[in-house]
């Protein structure tokens, strides 16, 4: 089955920094590559997403690349804020299969 | 649309007692997803249903495990008898085939 790898497991920049989480996958055949922020006392959310057939995707500071070859991805944020600290996870899927989840990448951002 | 509503939001239960928890998933959606958090082994899939039906329960820990889905907006996790390794943080997740899941906020369970 899909095994994801997430790195680092902990992360600080100061405010306005970029941050960077990277995560890798097993399965050649997933094709869906989520992210999640958790942050304290709440169920994760999804931020951002990207498939198989894209290569990159931004939404205002975040962006996600894919390198599908490499079989990795990674989580780019720009000009971090103290409300982006949070726990960040990555995931991916193939198909009709479930998310397999990262184990978590802890942001702190300083202020 | 509320969201995914889990309860309750925590429990307190002594070792050996049954827990219910509960989830009501997005109106619509066609998938519903039962994940445990703990520091450990992070997020884990235990199981989850496609129209009500379970697809897969190899997730699920042990025999003592159970969930069921009778219908499209109602979902329960049953833990029976509970043990203190049971704690942990559990989330219902729903999504309409090919899109991201919407987790509800959590059940906090301490098993003492």
């Known amino acids: 089955g899909e095994n994801v790898e997430q790195h680092p497991s902990t992360l600080s920049v100061q405010e306005g920094d970029s941050a960077v989480i990277k995560c890798t996958y097993s399965?050649?055949?997933?094709?869906?590559f989520p992210w999640y922020k958790q942050e304290l006392g709440k169920g994760p959310q999804l931020i951002i997403d990207?498939?198989?057939?894209?290569g990159e995707k931004k939404d205002q500071r975040i962006a996600v690349t894919l390198n599908k070859t490499a079989k990795h991805f990674s989580l780019h944020i720009t000009e971090t804020q103290p409300e982006d600290s949070a726990v960040y996870f990555c995931?991916?899927?193939?198909?009709?299969?479930?998310?397999?989840f990262g184990k978590g990448t802890r942001l702190s951002v300083i202020a | 649309d509320a969201g995914v509503i889990q309860s309750p939001r925590h429990e307190v239960t002594e070792m050996g007692q049954e827990v219910t928890l509960r989830c009501k998933p997005i109106?619509?959606?066609?998938?519903l997803f039962w994940y445990r958090q703990t520091m450990m082994r992070g997020l884990e899939l235990l199981i989850y249903?496609?129209?009500?039906?379970?697809?897969?329960d190899s997730g699920m820990p042990e025999d003592r495990f159970s969930a069921k889905m009778p219908n499209a907006s109602f979902s329960t996790l049953k833990i029976q008898p509970s043990e203190p390794r049971d704690s942990a943080v559990y989330f219902c997740?729903?999504?309409?085939?090919?899109?991201?899941?919407?987790f509800g906020s959590g059940t906090r369970l301490t098993v003492v």
């Open positions: 990207i498939r198989s057939n894209v």
């Open positions: 109106s619509g959606h066609d998938y």
């Open positions: 997740a729903s999504s309409s085939t090919g899109d991201g899941y919407t």
């Open positions: 399965d050649s055949a997933s094709n869906y």
């Open positions: 995931a991916a899927s193939g198909g009709n299969t479930p998310l397999v």
């Open positions: 249903f496609n129209n009500n039906v379970p697809i897969d």
